[in-house]
């Protein structure tokens, strides 16, 4: 500050002094080269000289160091080194009281020592405008200079940088986040054009800044759990989140109760999910607090759910006996445990809710394979659950066989086909047998190919079983033809008259042949006779 505030006071100076001092006519003090570009930091020749004839006074004004190199009659050659900015060095002379001077113009250019690119955040939201600065610390002249952010190759935006060269430069630029900024890398160009000074276009580069863009929805996560679980069961819990960016970036997890679940994460496209089975055991409180979190960039969305767990058995329905006789007597007893109300058991009479519900009943055959229902009911966080619970009698009774299993007539024409129905009724199925009372035939139960004469007959049907036994008279009538006896008696009564007829032409017939035989022996006999007696 203090060396630019020097330098300005100094060429105010000259000016006044050149102002001051007229120039005599002919004197003339000229400065070679009149303009030159050089880098920062690098030296010249500057060959001042005269045409004033007799004083040598030649001299050269600068802030740069100088060495007078040569030295001719009317001219001097000086080297400045060690040029750090844009200058003007003046030769001047004094040609007898008149002062004469001349200046040239040096323009000092430099890279930029560093250029640096500064994210504000590592995450970026798409969608919202976010700022980088590019830093640029040197480079002159910064009339010539101007700072370019590049996303890949591609450049984004070009501002000058201006200033003060020996002041670093903090330029700001405002970048729309999209999702395609993600994992792309940014950087800061500065370009120094030197081109109207007959040089080129000369870059510096920043380093790579990596920079990351996320999306999140408004909506925090779904939790699909149930709000009631069962002691003993299994539960799957599970977490999902959409239309996020980028998925694969973003972490999720349940935790119950501040403990992190053992949990199976799966990450598509724009979702991101979890699930976790979860062992309901007794060990648990009654009621456990859910979260499920979503991580992504520096942003955390989560949702929250109580769950309460609950121990619910099913009623225990049980029977005096599971078996017994026709006649005895059964209680049926329900019972629910850890808060629970029997609210139905089938035949007991109706009442309200209790823990248990019992009654007694007589076992009748109609009660075998009942089954008995009891439903109990719990309340959990204002739901009403329910279970139920059945249990089967089994009654044992006699063997029951009457009218409509087995009928008492039956009457078949002989030689059909039929089907022998008889059944006796009772727990255990009844053994049954049907025998003729006179000779014990069997009566075949069942399929009859052709009903034979020979079953006509009563039978005795016993069905028994453990129970007891019963018997009952079935009467099979077979119908068929009896013996036609007038019919065999005309016929035989026919085939006597025949033969007698029969016999009775034979032998009038052979009567006859005799006869004629006799008469026939008689007339012979006469011929003969006749053929002996001598002639009249
Ligand atoms: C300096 O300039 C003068 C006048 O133009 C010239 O005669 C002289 O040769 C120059 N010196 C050098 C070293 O170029
Ligand atoms: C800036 O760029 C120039 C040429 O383009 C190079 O010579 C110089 O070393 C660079 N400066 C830095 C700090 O990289
Ligand atoms: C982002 O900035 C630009 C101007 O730089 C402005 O037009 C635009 O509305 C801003 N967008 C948001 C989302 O802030
Ligand atoms: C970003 O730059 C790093 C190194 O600077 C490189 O490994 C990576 O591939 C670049 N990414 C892209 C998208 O160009
Ligand atoms: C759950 O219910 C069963 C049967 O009713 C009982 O043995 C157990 O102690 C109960 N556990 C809890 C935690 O209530
Ligand atoms: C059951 O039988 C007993 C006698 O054996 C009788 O007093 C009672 O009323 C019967 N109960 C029912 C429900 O029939
Ligand atoms: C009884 O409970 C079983 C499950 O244990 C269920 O499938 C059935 O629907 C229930 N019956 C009634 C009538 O509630
Ligand atoms: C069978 O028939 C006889 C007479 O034909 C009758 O007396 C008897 O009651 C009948 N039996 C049954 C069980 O119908
Ligand atoms: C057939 O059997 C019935 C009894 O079931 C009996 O009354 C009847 O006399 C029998 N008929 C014959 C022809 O045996
Ligand atoms: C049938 O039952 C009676 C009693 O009702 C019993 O005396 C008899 O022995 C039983 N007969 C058979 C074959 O079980």
Redesign the pocket.
């Known amino acids: 500050m203090a060396s630019t505030c020097a330098k300005a006071t100094l060429a105010l100076l000259l000016a006044l002094v050149a102002a001051v001092i007229p120039e005599p006519g002919d004197a003339q003090v000229s400065i070679h080269p009149r303009e030159a570009v050089l880098l920062r930091g690098g030296s010249m020749r500057v060959n001042c000289s005269s045409s004033c004839p007799k004083d040598h006074s030649l001299g050269l004004e600068t802030q740069w160091p100088k060495d007078e190199l040569e030295s001719g009659p009317n001219w001097k050659l000086f080297e400045l080194s060690d040029i750090r900015e844009t200058s003007r060095p003046l030769c001047y002379e004094n040609c007898g009281t008149a002062q004469s001077s001349a200046s040239a113009t040096i323009t000092v250019y430099s890279f930029p020592e560093h250029v640096e690119l500064h994210p504000q955040l590592a995450w970026q939201q798409v969608g919202k405008n976010f700022t980088l600065s590019c830093l640029v610390d040197g480079g002159a002249p910064r009339t010539q200079l101007s700072a370019v952010l590049l996303r890949g190759e591609e450049i984004l935006s070009r501002q000058p940088v201006g200033g003060d060269p020996q002041d670093p430069k903090e330029i700001t630029f405002t970048v729309l986040a999209s999702r395609g900024d993600h994992g792309a890398n940014f950087s800061c160009r500065t370009e120094l054009d030197l081109r109207p000074q007959g040089l080129a276009l000369f870059y510096n580069v920043s380093e790579d800044k990596l920079l990351r863009t996320y999306d999140l929805p408004a909506a925090n996560p779904k939790l699909h759990t149930p709000d009631l679980l069962e002691v003993g069961t299994q539960q799957k819990l599970f977490c999902l989140l959409e239309g996020l960016f980028p998925a694969s970036e973003a972490q999720i997890y349940l935790e119950l109760a501040g403990r992190r679940l053992t949990q199976k994460s799966t990450k598509g496209r724009d979702f991101v999910s979890t699930t976790a089975l979860l062992e309901v055991t007794e060990e648990f409180d009654r009621t456990l607090p859910l979260r499920c979190v979503l991580k992504l960039a520096d942003q955390i969305l989560e949702t929250q759910k109580t769950l309460t767990i609950y121990n619910f058995s099913a009623p225990v329905l049980t029977l005096s006996q599971l078996e017994v006789s026709e006649g005895s007597q059964v209680t049926v007893n329900c019972e629910a445990h850890g808060g629970a109300l029997v609210v139905h058991l089938s035949g007991a009479p109706p009442g309200p809710p209790t823990a248990q519900v019992q009654f007694t009943l007589n076992a009748s055959s109609e009660d075998n394979k009942r089954r008995f229902f009891c439903s109990a009911v719990l309340e959990v966080a204002g739901k009403l659950l329910s279970k139920n619970q059945t249990a089967e009698l089994n009654v044992l009774y006699g063997p029951r066989l009457d009218e409509r299993d087995c009928l008492g007539n039956w009457t078949w024409p002989e030689g059909s086909q039929q089907t022998l129905k008889c059944q006796a009724w009772g727990n255990p199925t009844p053994q049954l047998t049907c025998r003729q009372e006179a000779d014990g035939t069997l009566l075949p139960i069942g399929e009859v190919k052709a009903v034979k004469r020979e079953m006509n007959g009563t039978y005795k049907c ?1 069905a ?1 079983n453990s129970n ?4 009952r008279d079935v009467h099979v009538i077979v119908l068929y033809q009896p013996p036609n006896y007038w019919a065999i008696i005309t016929g035989a009564l026919v085939v006597v008259i025949a033969c007698l007829v029969g016999i009775a032409v034979y032998v009038y017939n052979h009567q006859r042949k005799i006869r004629k035989y006799k008469l026939q022996k008689a007339q012979e006999e006469a011929m003969k006779l006749k053929a002996q007696a001598p002639p009249p």
Do not use: D
């Open positions: 016993h028994f007891g036994n019963v018997t």
